[in-house]
């Protein structure tokens, strides 16, 4: 990651942050490239017992992270700050709505822990 370049505080207490990691890739040529990215904290009321949340906070630490990278390919130099707005622009009217629901913390924690409970049991090669 990074310069963060626009941060979004949403009414629920969540905050998500752009990244800009932005590159030439052929001579006048860019990728524009955003990583966003949400935490929030894993808390006890999102679970049913004791030993659910142990072992969420085991599997996932103190929070869940969110992280998405949306990108546009063949900038020219001279266009980039117009496609980094155009991408800034769609973060903020497509996901600030889904983000700012009460509901997205737990979700995104109940996803985050479903995705590591696969890895741990996945047996190596």
Request: hydrophobic share 35%; with cysteine.
């Amino acid at each position: 990651m990074n310069t963060c370049i626009k941060r979004i505080e949403l009414p629920n207490g969540l905050v998500v942050s752009l990244y800009d990691d932005t590159r030439r890739y052929y001579e006048d040529y860019h990728l524009v490239r955003l990583e966003m990215v949400c935490e929030t904290t894993v808390l006890r009321e999102y679970f049913d017992s004791e030993a659910d949340f142990s072992e969420a906070v085991g599997l996932l630490g103190e929070s869940a992270v969110f992280r998405k990278t949306i990108e546009k390919m063949g900038v020219p130099y001279a266009e980039i700050g117009k496609a980094r707005e155009q991408l800034v622009e769609a973060v903020v009217n497509n996901c600030s709505e889904y983000f700012s629901r009460e509901s997205f913390p737990r979700k995104l924690v109940m996803a985050e822990l479903a995705k590591s409970r696969d890895k741990s049991r996945r047996t190596p090669c």
